[in-house]
């Protein structure tokens, strides 16, 4: 089976920064797209940032020029470097992977639990 540990996450001043990491780990065949989701009280999840296997990013305008996704293949891990942090930066953020795993090597979308990071004086 599969599980995505999420870390980095806690409390920051505005304009501070933060290093979320993602590391997946079980019986994986291969990953394709990883990324990182935030929620926010009473809002939707929705996209932070996105990596393919060949290093093309996709940022949301919110983020773009602060946030910068990286990951590494050889760890299956994704980072998320968050600079600059503002209060509506505040949410649960999410590590998502496109994989194959298991027995039969079906594609299918992994999640972490979520780790929190609070951006207030």
């Known amino acids: 089976q599969v599980q995505l540990v999420e870390s980095g996450g806690g409390l920051v001043q505005p304009g501070g920064s933060l290093r979320l990491s993602c590391a997946a780990s079980?019986?994986?065949?291969?990953?394709?797209?990883m990324g990182w989701y935030r929620q926010a009280p009473g809002k939707p999840r929705d996209l932070v940032a996105r990596?393919?296997?060949?290093?093309?990013?996709n940022y949301a305008d919110s983020v773009k020029g602060r946030f910068t996704i990286s990951r590494d293949n050889a760890e299956n891990t994704v980072y998320l470097q968050m600079n600059s942090l503002k209060p509506e930066d505040t949410a649960v953020y999410y590590c998502k992977a496109r994989l194959k795993s298991g027995r039969f090597g079906y594609w299918d979308n992994y999640w972490g639990q979520g780790t929190q990071v609070t951006v207030s004086s």
């Open positions: 079980g019986s994986i065949f291969s990953i394709d797209d």
């Open positions: 990596i393919t296997s060949g290093g093309s990013t």
